[in-house]
């Protein structure tokens, strides 16, 4: 059974602990606060990304992103060949009086247009100034930072993993199709199978016939070399 008036002592003696402790107030807007990467300030547009999908308008809840464009008709790259026609962005503008922060929008762009910046210093006296148009979302797109560095022990993505067996598969075929087209060295003389052999030592019983005065070796019996002189034994 707890002690009555325990809760209220603790309380104190958080109380006590704090009043102990010197408080830090930033010095805002002199000193800036050191914000994380991924805080949600505003979003900045990279425009060369933006095809006019339209996939962050529809899925925005509040509503709050305005997309304007027209088509263009692109002549053919090659003679013969088809026109084609693509959508050219007019207007991209976003309504940070509607918008809540959700990140919908980042989160659904397939082609990486759109990112989360740090800043928040935009507030304005008129709400009407709210809706930054493209050219205003550009400029926050120089204010996002770097994406962290990937775990050093993280799997290696799909796609570069890719393009490495593809890169290692080509240096092979290639390495492959060096050795077979080139010829085969010649072989070092003495190395190889029908090279002359070397002249035998005369009285080495190899079948070479003796000088005219010479004597067999002590070790050699008289007849023994094939094809030796008989003439050439001792008396």
């Not at 807007?29 to 900045?44: A, D, K, N, T, Y």
């Not at 775990?151 to 593809?166: G, L, M």
Request: glycine share 10%.
């Amino acid at each position: 059974m707890p002690i009555p008036g325990s809760g209220l002592a603790k309380g104190l003696a958080v109380t006590l602990r704090t009043m102990t402790k010197r408080s830090h107030t930033a010095q805002y807007p002199e000193v800036q606060p050191h914000l994380p990467p991924r805080s949600r300030g505003v979003i900045g547009l990279f425009e060369e990304n933006c095809t006019v999908c339209m996939l962050c308008a529809r899925e925005c809840p509040d509503w709050c992103i305005y997309i304007d464009s027209h088509k263009e008709t692109v002549p053919a790259a090659t003679p013969g060949g088809r026109e084609r026609s693509r959508n050219v962005l007019d207007r991209f503008a976003i309504d940070f009086s509607l918008c809540m922060y959700c990140g919908i929008c980042i989160e659904v762009c397939p082609f990486d247009a759109l990112f989360w910046s740090p800043e928040f210093e935009y507030a304005e006296t008129d709400i009407h100034e709210l809706t930054h148009e493209r050219d205003k979302l550009r400029e926050w797109m120089w204010t996002v930072p770097a994406p962290p560095a990937l775990d050093p022990a993280a799997e290696e993505p799909k796609e570069i993993a890719a393009a490495r067996k593809a890169v290692e598969k080509a240096e092979a075929a290639a390495a492959a199709a060096e050795a077979e087209a080139t010829p085969d060295a010649p072989s070092t003389p003495g190395t190889g199978s029908g090279t002359p052999e070397t002249p035998a030592t005369p009285g080495t019983g190899s079948g070479t016939p003796a000088g005219p005065g010479s004597e067999p070796s002590p070790g050699d019996a008289p007849g023994t070399g094939a094809g030796t002189d008989s003439a050439g034994g001792t008396a």
